[in-house]
């Protein structure tokens, strides 16, 4: 569904942020895009949505150039940036002026969406928290239905009892025609409901895999200081001793993204090699 061929990119003409990357996403995923401040998630998520335009190379959405920007592309592609401003109207009046951009979009699915984030449709968009915003232009997105759906730090903002809601819409709202990308670097938000994990460090792909494969392949958990150091890939020192990410012998674990995260940034070799062994 989406294809990034040879992609170079850099905002000043002798600094690149991309060099010839290359990436291919599928429907019917939902994708986790993680990264340090500045490695490029914002950047890719922009070039994908045709906001910016490479200087070498293309991103495609069923095999059309994003950055052509025609309207049947356009029509396709839903961006939840991480910063925004709305307008001084009701959420009545937005979504008359908006929705029709969209040939799919529910307004029944919307209803729905808005109930279980509990905002209410009685003052002006600009009256409302930040976090209300936010949950109002995630409802939203949601409702376009579009195939490809990306979200630059979606649960920036949220108090705890919204991220639950947020992690609880995001799992019942996925279908298999969609390709949706979050961005983040909160990465224990979004451990329930990704299927891939994708990491960017300096503008590079330095991790690319299905959970499924991350969860056959390796175990996640603390251990003691005298546990052989054989199979321990990666460790650090945490409240009550120490966690690490070990070869799986057996013993399934739940997937620790915080611990994977900071495991893949300290050695990406080592932790692709213990995935593809």
């Known amino acids: 569904m989406v294809k990034i061929e040879k992609l170079d990119f850099?905002?000043?003409?002798?600094?690149?942020?991309?060099?010839?990357?290359?990436?291919?996403?599928?429907?019917?995923?939902?994708?986790?895009?993680?990264?340090?401040?500045?490695?490029?998630?914002?950047?890719l998520l922009k070039l994908m949505s045709g906001l910016l335009f490479p200087k070498n190379g293309q991103c495609l959405i069923f095999e059309k150039d994003v950055s052509s920007r025609?309207?049947?592309?356009?029509?396709?592609?839903?961006?939840?940036?991480?910063?925004?401003?709305?307008?001084?109207?009701?959420?009545?009046?937005?979504?008359?002026?908006?929705?029709?951009?969209?040939?799919?979009?529910?307004?029944?699915?919307?209803?729905?969406?808005?109930?279980?984030?509990?905002?209410?449709?009685?003052?002006?968009?600009?009256?409302?928290?930040?976090?209300?915003?936010?949950?109002?232009?995630?409802?939203?997105?949601l409702a376009t239905q579009t195939n490809v759906l990306l979200m630059d730090e979606p649960t920036n903002g949220l108090d705890i009892p919204s991220k639950s809601q947020f992690r609880r819409i995001m799992a019942a709202a996925s279908t298999e025609e969609q390709c949706i990308i979050i961005s983040t670097h909160q990465v224990r938000d979004l451990a329930s409901i990704i299927d891939h994990v994708i990491i960017l460090d300096n503008g590079t792909i330095i991790f690319k895999h299905n959970l499924m494969d991350i969860s056959t392949r390796l175990t996640f958990g603390k251990i003691k200081d005298d546990d052989s150091a054989d199979d321990i890939l990666y460790a650090e020192e945490v409240l009550g001793g120490k966690a690490a990410i070990r070869k799986n012998t057996g013993q399934d674990t739940a997937v620790d993204l915080e611990l994977l995260f900071n495991g893949v940034i300290k050695n990406s070799e080592i932790m692709n090699e213990a995935i593809k062994s």
């Open 10 to 43: 850099g905002y000043k003409k002798n600094q690149q942020l991309f060099r010839e990357l290359n990436l291919e996403l599928q429907s019917g995923n939902i994708y986790g895009l993680f990264g340090m401040n500045g490695a490029g998630k914002t950047t």
């Open 70 to 141: 025609l309207p049947e592309i356009l029509a396709n592609i839903y961006v939840i940036p991480e910063e925004f401003v709305l307008p001084p109207v009701s959420i009545k009046s937005f979504v008359e002026m908006n929705a029709p951009f969209y040939p799919r979009f529910d307004y029944t699915l919307l209803d729905k969406y808005l109930k279980e984030f509990e905002i209410s449709n009685d003052k002006k968009l600009t009256a409302y928290s930040y976090g209300q915003k936010k949950k109002f232009l995630i409802a939203f997105g």
